[in-house]
């Protein structure tokens, strides 16, 4: 009887999410109750920091949709919880596939929980290419920050975490986050797309400071 429950709680949280008259994923519906879900099956695990192999390099595409991954994604939840962030890549835990999964809200305020398997970053047409320069942080670079132009509307395509397809679009803060999540599976990190001075100026900043979650040491 445990099992079978554990199962219909997972078939909850990863339901088909429903889709607007664009066709775009509508993840902001019971994100609570979606979020805990994963994150409550899930276990923790330790974040990759910049220097790991695992982060340099483009992950390989998610080929099975299946018990396997349905637990990675619960433990990316549960990790993402603990490092308080708003997304997680799967490399980030040290596991070479294309896989995030966020919970993030908008510069509205507006929360959004989903998971992309095997994103693709659409290219933006010149009039959704305005720039946001705010500030950037990531759980691989723990404790540095730095401003990063990126187009603040983002859209990415790729699978749920079952194999369906999905188009997932974010403004503000939330775009910021799409894109972020994207770049580490194709081995990038944020600070990549610094330049020199501010890229050291961020390895500095992690240098000095104490990461507040467990973190894998490069050895």
């Given at each position: 009887?445990?099992?079978?429950?554990?199962e219909?709680?997972?078939?909850?949280?990863?339901?088909?999410?429903?889709v607007d008259?664009?066709?775009?994923?509508?993840?902001?519906?019971?994100?609570?109750?979606?979020?805990?879900?994963?994150?409550?099956?899930?276990?923790?695990?330790?974040?990759?920091?910049?220097?790991?192999?695992?982060?340099?390099?483009?992950?390989k595409?998610?080929?099975?949709?299946?018990d396997?991954?349905?637990?990675?994604?619960?433990?990316?939840?549960?990790?993402?919880?603990?490092?308080?962030?708003?997304?997680?890549?799967?490399?980030?835990?040290?596991?070479d596939?294309?896989?995030?999964?966020?919970?993030?809200?908008d510069?509205?305020?507006?929360?959004?929980?989903?998971?992309?398997?095997?994103?693709?970053?659409?290219?933006?047409?010149?009039?959704?290419?305005?720039?946001?320069?705010?500030?950037?942080?990531?759980?691989?670079?723990?404790?540095?920050?730095?401003?990063?132009?990126?187009?603040d509307?983002?859209?990415?395509?790729?699978?749920?975490?079952?194999?369906?397809?999905?188009?997932?679009?974010?403004?503000?803060?939330?775009?910021?986050?799409?894109?972020?999540?994207?770049?580490?599976?194709?081995?990038?990190?944020?600070?990549?797309?610094?330049?020199?001075?501010?890229?050291?100026?961020?390895?500095?900043?992690?240098?000095?400071?104490?990461?507040?979650?467990?973190?894998?040491?490069?050895?």
């Amino acid at each position: 009887m445990a099992q079978q429950d554990t199962e219909q709680e997972r078939a909850g949280s990863s339901a088909v999410l429903p889709v607007d008259d664009e066709g775009f994923v509508i993840d902001t519906v019971d994100c609570e109750a979606r979020e805990t879900a994963y994150r409550e099956r899930g276990t923790s695990r330790p974040i990759t920091v910049v220097g790991n192999p695992v982060l340099h390099k483009e992950c390989k595409d998610v080929t099975e949709f299946d018990d396997k991954l349905a637990q990675l994604v619960d433990d990316m939840f549960a990790s993402q919880r603990t490092a308080e962030g708003v997304g997680l890549a799967a490399n980030q835990i040290g596991v070479d596939l294309k896989v995030f999964v966020y919970d993030c809200p908008d510069d509205e305020g507006v929360r959004h929980v989903g998971v992309v398997c095997n994103p693709v970053l659409q290219e933006l047409p010149a009039d959704q290419r305005r720039l946001d320069d705010s500030n950037e942080g990531c759980l691989s670079v723990p404790t540095a920050y730095a401003s990063l132009a990126r187009p603040d509307y983002a859209v990415v395509t790729g699978q749920d975490e079952k194999g369906n397809p999905i188009t997932v679009r974010g403004t503000g803060y939330f775009a910021r986050c799409l894109q972020h999540e994207t770049d580490h599976l194709y081995g990038y990190l944020y600070i990549d797309r610094l330049s020199k001075r501010d890229r050291k100026d961020a390895l500095r900043q992690m240098a000095e400071g104490t990461p507040r979650y467990p973190v894998v040491p490069n050895d």
